[in-house]
């Protein structure tokens, strides 16, 4: 009897918890932006700078050509552009996101192209004197898991020790057949190598991954959260697949065109991802944006408060939740990263 009263109280515990899990509306762990806010007790923006970096599958050290998805252009802001100097562009997105979104603080955010394939003396007085900017609080540094080193990470953990300093990794795929099919360069494994190595420096890992790669499965990348569960990421971007102008996938569409997820589609997809993926991976981004004028697929035409808001009311619809699946998934597959 004693058992049963026992059982019975945490059974009632657990449900308690769950119904005030989803009525706290904590459907995905989407708090990047409030734990910057609660981190720096105020507003945060990145500001994306272009460092002048390429990338050794654009120079021949690995391949040539780029990610075969790849148009830079896509996703740099006007601002963030190698015609202005790093300090000029920092003022200059400064000054806007100061008047677009009342911002107090800012994270220089080094985003195009393998921001730490440099000699380490370079990366570190780059990245100084993004910090000397008495606006900045922190570096978010876009890489490739080839582009790093023990000399470097140690030279990052240092920096860290002064200010904030989060390391985001281009995954895009856990999937060596599709690394190979887009041009990367390395392998899976040299991705577990590198973001092993920067968790055991203490730094803080975000991982970018992309889904609906045309020669990947439904199931394939579904599994692929256990495998990102296992590789104990901070914070994590999604990204759908997109095809924009002036790219060699954009070519290979033309020639032979294939799948892009329709916005119902990548919805439905994305939410069982989120079921799968461990509730303490925070979200910061569910998918890709690219301008009009170079995108060619998918054309959603929806504004992003359209697209979070459908995301919130489906996954109330199916009364879900980031990480509903993640234990039953783990079992169901075993990994080790």
Not at 113 to 132: F, G, I, K, M, Q
Not at 302 to 326: C, P, V
Request: aromatic share 12%.
């Amino acid at each position: 009897m004693r058992n049963f009263f026992r059982i019975t109280f945490y059974a009632l515990r657990f449900t308690r918890y769950v119904l005030n899990f989803m009525q706290s509306k904590f459907l995905f762990n989407a708090y990047y932006g409030k734990f910057l806010q609660e981190k720096f007790g105020a507003r945060v923006h990145k500001v994306s700078v272009h460092a002048g970096f390429t990338c050794p599958n654009r120079d021949g050290t690995v391949a040539r050509g780029g990610c075969t998805y790849c148009n830079i252009v896509s996703f740099t802001p006007e601002n963030a552009r190698p015609k202005y100097s790093v300090r000029d562009q920092i003022d200059n997105g400064i000054a806007f996101l100061k008047k677009r979104f009342d911002a107090k603080k800012f994270i220089v955010y080094f985003q195009p192209y393998s921001n730490t394939y440099a000699p380490v003396e370079h990366l570190e007085a780059l990245y100084r004197d993004a910090l000397a900017h008495p606006e900045v609080v922190g570096l978010s540094i876009g890489t490739r898991p080839d582009c790093v080193d023990d000399e470097k990470l140690r030279m990052l953990a240092d920096l860290s020790r002064e200010t904030f300093v989060g390391l985001e990794y281009g995954i895009e795929s856990v999937y060596d057949d599709t690394l190979r099919l887009i041009n990367r360069g390395h392998d899976f494994a040299c991705t577990v190598q590198a973001i092993r190595r920067t968790r055991e420096f203490g730094i803080q890992v975000t991982g970018h991954t992309i889904l609906g790669f045309p020669n990947e499965t439904e199931a394939q990348m579904l599994a692929s959260a256990d495998v990102i569960n296992a590789l104990k990421l901070d914070v994590l971007k999604i990204h759908n697949l997109h095809v924009v102008r002036h790219t060699e996938l954009a070519r290979q569409y033309a020639a032979q065109p294939f799948h892009v997820y329709s916005f119902a589609e990548w919805q439905d997809v994305v939410i069982r991802y989120l079921e799968r993926l461990s509730p303490e991976i925070i979200i910061e981004r569910l998918y890709g944006e690219a301008p009009r004028e170079l995108l060619i697929a998918p054309k959603w035409n929806l504004s992003k408060d359209e697209i979070m808001q459908s995301f919130e009311n489906e996954m109330r619809r199916r009364g879900t939740f980031q990480g509903r699946l993640a234990r039953k998934a783990a079992g169901a597959q075993a990994i080790k990263v």
